[in-house]
């Protein structure tokens, strides 16, 4: 079984430019989760989806951070502009609807200097 | 945000050593997740808790959901040096939020 694929791996940006992450689920998986995890910490949710609707933006800094998951599969998460703080590894991870268990891809290491 | 408590932050141990951390929180949750994370690579699922009071093994590993159901343990018995890395536990709860601690990192000397 495939697992979550992302991309790109790695980025480096100036701050103040736009970068967007790419996030394929495993397949049949309804449940889609953008984290944020920074040098040293736990991953801190972002967004969570239920097919294509937001079941939870809380913690998205929605003035530069927005994320679609158009038809309920693939999703991206894009940034606009960047700030130096933004430097972070992006997880995406999904999940089936029965028996809760979110498989993680290898993230998206973003650095902005 | 939920707050999970993990402790401890981080372990240095010899190998063939026996290993245990856990996870708090003020809240309950419906389940309890144990994954690890190796340098540059994504969090890796171990083991999987679904009810209070569960113990389920995975290899060396086993996990325990608290009986209070706002607390897991996981242990690691006989370690070894691959299993170096960073512990975290994930707590799901109402919206299915999947919430995460802050990491146990555990060093194992040959």
């Known amino acids: 079984e495939a697992g979550v694929a992302q991309s790109p791996r790695y980025k480096i940006i100036e701050k103040r430019q736009s970068v967007a992450f790419w996030c394929n689920p495993i397949s049949g998986h309804a449940t889609l989760y953008w984290y944020q995890q920074i040098l040293g910490q736990g991953p801190k949710l972002l967004i969570q989806f239920q097919n294509n609707g937001v079941v939870d933006d809380s913690q998205l800094p929605k003035d530069r951070f927005s994320a679609e998951r158009l038809k309920g599969v693939d999703s991206t998460l894009k940034i606009q502009p960047a700030k130096l703080e933004d430097s972070a590894v992006y997880l995406c991870?999904?999940?089936?609807?029965?028996?809760?268990?979110?498989?993680f891809g290898q993230g998206t290491r973003l650095t902005v200097v | 945000g939920q707050q999970l408590n993990q402790s401890p932050q981080s372990m240095f141990i010899q190998e063939g050593e026996d290993v245990s951390m856990n996870c708090t929180s003020s809240?309950?949750?419906?389940?309890w997740l144990w994954y690890k994370q190796d340098p540059g690579e994504g969090p890796v699922l171990l083991i999987a808790?679904?009810?209070?009071?569960e113990l389920t093994s995975n290899g060396r590993l086993t996990a325990q959901f608290g009986i209070t159901r706002k607390d897991s343990f996981l242990n690691i018995s006989a370690s070894i040096p691959s299993d170096v890395g960073i512990y975290f536990c994930a707590g799901l709860r109402g919206g299915n939020m999947l919430t995460f601690g802050g990491g146990t990192r555990l060093m194992v000397k040959p």
């Open positions: 991870a999904s999940s089936p609807i029965l028996r809760w268990k979110a498989f």
């Open positions: 808790l679904y009810k209070a009071g």
């Open positions: 809240s309950i949750f419906n389940t």
